[in-house]
């Protein structure tokens, strides 16, 4: 018994001794982490509780010359549920979860109201509570959710859940979306304006101290440590939405007309070198759509065929080889150098014609023998005078990707053959992108000073200017002053007698060249079924503001010449610009106000809104009346336009007599008449005459005929 006792009493010493050792431990394991390692563990603890977070800038603006916005950034969430929150009992779930399905098909438009049903009773029951709504919501459409059922409740008690982030948009959608620019996910790299001008874009993140409070959340703290965020710079583009708009349908029309595989427009202004507009678009052979994919005008060097015959014929007018009143003899419209043969695509009379007449009828047979008596001993001559005209060299554009141009010399025995000058001098065997044949021909309206063609005219920080582009001259001067003088009137010849005789019947002059060139297929050379067609030109001729090029790639409908395929692109964009720009025409100076004397007056009565927005486009006042009628007749009066009120009777037929359809039918049906129209133009009759009572519902048949 008492040995028993004395091992029970050796255990518990031992037991009490084994404590005893590990409390001393422990003590000492205190001290030691409250002397040695104090200062680290609280720089530990301290960076889980307090972290430094960045604040992304805001990426500045994108916008038009005259303010309208092509890109920016807005706020945009990616929203999240927390469906299976305990703080939302199951009775409030029940009751509201088929209300706030279908809230949710209406704002997110993503899911339909069954198929949101199922999804959130199946996060519930499965303990979700990270539930994805939709990405890329915007700030409008959240406000809307935060007026849902159980949602309206917040992020706790509602289980609402919104991830902030940003995108970027651009409101005219594919309007010169590869000019403007994006970013291309695949590669992380940013296009056209956006990656010219990235580092300006973007701005500078900021930084800001959080710390951690409940539920994993981050509170800031405001402090010396606190960096705000420098939001980016806008950019000030030299593009004008409103001919941007009527450049990219006139295109995307002419290119289905013609089942073209893609093509170009751009527009340049003379004196500055500013892209007014420039549009490209190539076939989606998936969609049959046309797209703004690639940025066909500045990368892609093509040779430029019949429109590079300007620049040879430059070269031969600087040295005296020609006039254009010189005669020759060109036959039956062909000629073999070598083993190969170049013809024309028809005779030209008896085959006796001026140096004029080549180039209106644009001959290959001319140009080319023309070019090839002249420096065939001395080919390098040609070439070199092709150089001093800058057509050898890059534009320098800001924007990345610009084709390198390519103009062979006799020094590169490699490529060159004894066909090559004659096949040079009509737009063969070389190579430009059509922004930088544009740029030749710009030159030439600018009066031989050639200039670089810009995308953008300023760069601002909020209203600040922090730099202003101005124009760069690339060359002060491509040709003497009397070549120059001649080939604006050999260019005005080809749209008066020549080849572009489509743009003849204009109010303003036009200047330009035609080309149709045949597309190499690799080895097997040029075939008859592959062009590119091609105007390039200026107007107005007499007083030079806007030069164009349009280039249609592939026209397979039946027509593949410039003139018939290309020239009435260029001429929709250019009455677009002469419309709405008085001080470009002919002889009439910015601030020229003469015109106004003949100022046409509008036929019949209108809606007055629509007439003062019309006279105001062209730059035409209107008069002192401070209160305009809603219909009027319009009188001009050498130097302003007045508005005479039109009475119309209550409750009786008004007169629509010279009235266009638009309004009759508008001024009609708002009386709660029906209107039926056959023909266009003016009102000549009307079913019903002026003055009777009006039957609500009646029909009016109004016949209509161009006056």
Same mark, same amino acid.
């Given at each position: 018994m008492i040995d028993a006792r004395a091992d029970i009493l050796w255990r518990v010493y031992l037991l009490y001794a084994m404590v005893l050792i590990w409390g001393i431990a422990i003590i000492g394991r205190i001290v030691y982490v409250q002397i040695y390692l104090k200062d680290d563990l609280l720089a530990k603890a301290e960076q889980q509780e307090i972290r430094v977070f960045g604040i992304e800038a805001m990426r500045g603006n994108i916008l038009a010359f005259d303010g309208n916005m092509l890109a920016?950034?807005?706020?945009?969430?990616?929203?999240?549920?927390?469906?299976?929150?305990?703080?939302?009992? *199951?009775?409030?779930?029940?009751?509201?979860?088929?209300?706030?399905?279908?809230?949710?098909?209406?704002?997110?438009?993503?899911?339909?109201?069954?198929?949101? @049903?199922?999804? @959130?009773?199946?996060?519930?029951?499965?303990?979700?509570?990270?539930?994805?709504?939709?990405?890329?919501?915007?700030?409008?459409?959240?406000?809307?959710?935060?007026?849902?059922?159980?949602?309206?409740?917040?992020?706790?008690?509602?289980?609402?859940?919104?991830?902030?982030?940003?995108?970027?948009?651009?409101?005219?959608?594919?309007?010169?979306?590869?000019?403007?620019? #994006?970013?291309?996910?695949?590669?992380?790299?940013?296009?056209?304006?956006?990656?010219? #001008?990235?580092?300006?874009?973007?701005?500078?993140?900021?930084?800001?101290?959080?710390?951690?409070?409940?539920?994993?959340?981050?509170?800031?703290?405001?402090?010396?440590?606190?960096?705000?965020? @420098?939001?980016?710079?806008?950019?000030?583009?030299?593009?004008?939405?409103?001919?941007? *708009?009527?450049?990219?349908s006139a295109l995307r029309r002419n290119l289905t007309e013609n089942n073209a595989e893609q093509g170009c427009a751009i527009l340049m202004e003379v004196e500055t070198g500013y892209i007014v507009a420039i549009s490209n678009l190539t076939l989606d052979k998936k969609t049959g759509q046309y797209r703004e994919t690639y940025n066909y005008a500045i990368a892609e060097s093509v040779e430029p065929g019949s429109t590079f015959k300007l620049a040879a014929l430059m070269v031969l007018l600087e040295d005296k080889k020609v006039r254009p009143s010189d005669s020759m003899n060109i036959g039956n419209g062909q000629i073999k150098y070598f083993s190969r043969t170049m013809k024309d695509v028809y005779p030209i009379r008896n085959g006796r014609i001026t140096v004029k007449e080549a180039f209106e009828k644009s001959s290959n047979v001319a140009i080319s023998k023309l070019v090839y008596n002249a420096y065939k001993d001395h080919p390098e001559?040609?070439?070199d005078k092709l150089h001093a005209m800058s057509l050898n060299k890059m534009n320098g554009l800001d924007i990345a990707g610009e084709g390198k141009p390519y103009i062979k010399h006799p020094s590169d025995k490699k490529n060159w053959y004894g066909t090559s000058l004659p096949w040079m001098s009509i737009g063969y065997e070389i190579q430009m992108t059509p922004l930088q044949m544009l740029t030749f021909f710009n030159a030439v309206a600018n009066g031989g000073r050639m200039v670089k063609p810009l995308?953008?005219?300023?760069?601002?920080?909020?209203?600040t200017v922090k730099k202003r582009y101005e124009t760069v001259v690339l060359n002060k001067s491509i040709a003497s002053k009397s070549t120059i003088d001649t080939v604006k009137k050999l260019m005005e010849g080809v749209v008066e007698n020549g080849t572009a005789r489509y743009l003849k019947n204009s109010p303003y002059k036009i200047a330009g060249k035609t080309g149709t060139a045949q597309i190499a297929a690799g080895k097997?050379?040029?075939?008859?079924?592959?062009?590119?067609?091609?105007?390039?030109?200026?107007?107005?001729?007499?007083?030079?503001?806007?030069?164009?090029?349009?280039?249609?790639?592939?026209?397979?409908?039946?027509?593949? #010449?410039?003139?018939?395929?290309?020239?009435?692109?260029?001429?929709?964009?250019?009455?677009?610009?002469?419309?709405?720009?008085?001080?470009?025409? /002919?002889?009439?100076?910015? /601030?020229?106000?003469?015109?106004?004397?003949?100022?046409?007056?509008?036929?019949?009565?209108?809606?007055?809104?629509?007439?003062?927005?019309?006279y105001t486009l062209l730059g035409v006042p209107s008069g002192r009346a401070t209160k305009l009628p809603e219909w009027a007749l319009v009188h001009p009066n050498g130097e302003s336009v007045e508005f005479e009120e039109v009475k119309l009777a209550e409750n009786t037929i008004p007169n629509v007599m010279g009235m266009n359809a638009r309004d009759a039918v508008f001024l009609l049906e708002n009386m709660g008449l029906k209107a039926v129209i056959s023909g266009k133009g003016k009102v000549i009759s009307q079913s019903v005459l002026p003055g009777n009572p009006i039957t609500t519902g009646q029909r009016i048949e109004l016949k209509l005929l161009n006056l």
């Open positions: 920016t950034t807005v706020p945009v969430f990616e929203v999240r549920m927390d469906v299976a929150s305990s703080l939302i009992d *199951d009775q409030l779930f029940s009751k509201n979860v088929d209300s706030l399905a279908l809230g949710l098909s209406k704002v997110l438009k993503n899911k339909t109201h069954s198929q949101y @049903l199922t999804d @959130l009773r199946k996060a519930r029951k499965g303990g979700n509570r990270y539930y994805l709504l939709k990405n890329n919501v915007t700030y409008t459409e959240v406000k809307a959710l935060r007026k849902l059922p159980i949602l309206k409740f917040g992020k706790y008690k509602g289980g609402l859940i919104l991830i902030p982030g940003s995108k970027r948009e651009r409101p005219y959608k594919e309007l010169a979306q590869r000019t403007i620019g #994006y970013e291309n996910q695949r590669e992380k790299i940013f296009v056209g304006i956006e990656g010219a #001008y990235h580092d300006l874009l973007k701005g500078i993140d900021g930084k800001q101290v959080k710390r951690r409070i409940n539920n994993g959340d981050w509170k800031p703290l405001f402090d010396e440590n606190t960096v705000e965020p @420098l939001n980016g710079n806008d950019i000030i583009t030299t593009l004008d939405v409103n001919i941007q *708009d009527v450049a990219e001559k040609f070439v995308f953008v005219k300023e760069i601002r920080q909020g209203n097997a050379g040029y075939n008859k079924q592959n062009y590119n067609a091609s105007f390039a030109g200026y107007f107005p001729a007499g007083n030079p503001k806007y030069s164009c090029i349009v280039v249609v790639s592939n026209p397979s409908a039946g027509k593949i #010449y410039g003139g018939a395929v290309a020239a009435p692109v260029f001429k929709e964009i250019a009455d677009k610009v002469y419309a709405t720009r008085p001080g470009i025409h /002919d002889g009439v100076a910015e /601030d020229d106000k003469t015109f106004l004397a003949n100022i046409p007056a509008l036929d019949g009565p209108c809606f007055t809104e629509d007439a003062k927005s019309l």
